[in-house]
């Protein structure tokens, strides 16, 4: 078994005021998503998740599934053996085929109206779960690929959660639990829903089937740059980060534009002391994108610590609608922290 960079999530035995979806719309959600279990060739057991997204058809990742000897769902107290499978390794989502399964299927959404701070929530079955366990978050970064964009949002999840559902707030499915960074501070990510519309198309495979890497387990220098900025960002190496984010800008014009490379190229730049070039990226980005809450941040930052209070202040109003904590950050760089001073979120 490879030993991946960015863990993927197959078990072996502050922001606006967030209104939580009605609790009888997500537990009617919970019947559309399965726990899978898996033999591998080793005789070993593996379990991740899935969401049946057609009549007996449920989508997880490839790495859940690949090269298994055979693949099971128990839904209801009953067992069901997979048939068939379709596969788009490259993307690491595979649709599997259980005859007869007949519960709840999951209406797909867009992941295209997605956008910065709108909040989400997940389904899945980490650690082994009995249950399906439902996490609530908010997008953070959308990283263009191909016709559509990886997802990355603040749910976190654990081993067993990978082919989870993630849905938007009226219950629609818009992505699949896939993969995270590693360290403590992790990014977690999730691929669109666009991929499994055209996934339901393609011709099936049989049981098992031999998968293909995805395109996060290529090697470093051929993964794609919102990967491969993590560890120079979590270590503080600017000086490579800055690197990386020009190389993404150079390679990938048409994705990076106002997109997260010259937010990555901003933050560089800030802890480079290179602090007009970063304000100008981090404007640029707020231009665009007005959801931009790390744009928005530095922004206020440079603002506090070049002196402009009243900018600083007007900022922080504006963050504060989209994330208290990051609001707070520049109340505290003001020295706006104590009950006798004004806050900038209230002035």
């Given at each position: 078994?490879?030993?991946?960079?960015?863990?993927?999530?197959?078990?072996?035995?502050?922001?606006?005021?967030?209104?939580?979806?009605?609790?009888?719309?997500?537990?009617?959600?919970?019947?559309?998503?399965?726990?899978?279990?898996?033999?591998?060739?080793?005789g070993h057991y593996g379990v991740g998740s899935g969401v049946v997204v057609a009549?007996?058809?449920?989508?997880?990742?490839?790495?859940?599934?690949?090269?298994?000897?055979?693949?099971?769902?128990?839904?209801?107290?009953?067992?069901?053996?997979?048939?068939?499978?379709?596969?788009?390794?490259?993307?690491?989502?595979?649709?599997?085929?259980?005859?007869?399964?007949?519960?709840?299927?999951?209406?797909?959404?867009?992941?295209?109206?997605?956008?910065?701070?709108?909040?989400?929530?997940?389904?899945?079955?980490?650690?082994?779960?009995?249950?399906?366990?439902?996490?609530?978050?908010?997008?953070?970064?959308?990283?263009?690929?191909?016709?559509?964009?990886?997802?990355?949002?603040?749910?976190?999840?654990?081993?067993?959660?990978?082919?989870?559902?993630?849905?938007?707030?009226?219950?629609?499915?818009?992505?699949?639990?896939?993969?995270?960074?590693?360290?403590?501070?992790?990014?977690?990510?999730?691929?669109?829903?666009?991929?499994?519309?055209a996934l339901l198309n393609k011709p099936e495979l049989s049981i098992p089937s031999?998968?293909?890497?995805?395109?996060?387990?290529?090697?470093?220098?051929?993964?794609?740059?919102?990967?491969?900025?993590?560890?120079?960002?979590?270590?503080?190496?600017?000086?490579?980060?800055?690197?990386?984010?020009?190389?993404?800008?150079?390679?990938?014009p048409e994705a990076s534009e106002a997109s997260e490379a010259f937010n990555y190229?901003?933050?560089?730049?800030?802890?480079?002391?290179?602090?007009?070039?970063?304000?100008?990226?981090?404007?640029?980005?707020?231009?665009?994108?007005?959801?931009?809450?790390?744009?928005?941040?530095?922004?206020?930052?440079?603002?506090?610590?070049?002196?402009?209070?009243?900018?600083?202040?007007?900022?922080?109003?504006?963050?504060?609608?989209?994330?208290?904590?990051?609001?707070?950050?520049?109340?505290?760089?003001?020295?706006?922290?104590?009950?006798?001073?004004?806050?900038?979120?209230?002035?």
């Open positions: 078994m490879h030993k991946f960079i960015f863990g993927f999530c197959l078990i072996l035995i502050g922001n606006f005021a967030f209104a939580l979806p009605p609790d009888g719309m997500v537990y009617a959600l919970k019947s559309s998503v399965v726990k899978i279990r898996v033999i591998l060739p080793n009549k007996d058809q449920v989508v997880t990742n490839c790495h859940v599934v690949a090269n298994a000897q055979s693949i099971n769902v128990i839904k209801f107290g009953e067992s069901y053996r997979a048939t068939g499978l379709k596969a788009d390794w490259h993307h690491d989502l595979c649709i599997v085929r259980f005859d007869g399964l007949n519960t709840t299927v999951a209406t797909l959404g867009s992941s295209k109206t997605l956008q910065y701070e709108q909040p989400v929530f997940t389904i899945s079955f980490p650690n082994n779960s009995p249950k399906p366990l439902t996490t609530y978050g908010f997008v953070k970064a959308l990283y263009p690929m191909g016709d559509s964009a990886i997802i990355r949002t603040t749910n976190d999840f654990r081993m067993g959660a990978s082919g989870g559902a993630m849905f938007s707030d009226d219950g629609k499915l818009v992505g699949i639990i896939t993969l995270k960074s590693p360290g403590r501070n992790a990014f977690y990510y999730n691929m669109p829903v666009e991929w499994i519309y031999k998968g293909e890497a995805p395109f996060w387990d290529a090697p470093e220098e051929k993964r794609p740059y919102f990967m491969r900025v993590i560890q120079p960002y979590q270590t503080e190496d600017w000086v490579t980060l800055k690197r990386l984010a020009n190389e993404w800008i150079q390679h990938e190229l901003a933050i560089a730049e800030y802890n480079l002391k290179e602090t007009q070039s970063a304000a100008n990226h981090f404007g640029q980005l707020y231009a665009q994108n007005k959801r931009h809450t790390n744009a928005l941040l530095y922004l206020g930052l440079i603002a506090a610590e070049t002196g402009n209070k009243d900018e600083a202040i007007k900022t922080a109003s504006l963050l504060n609608e989209l994330d208290k904590e990051a609001a707070n950050q520049i109340n505290t760089t003001l020295g706006l922290t104590n009950n006798n001073d004004c806050q900038v979120t209230s002035c």
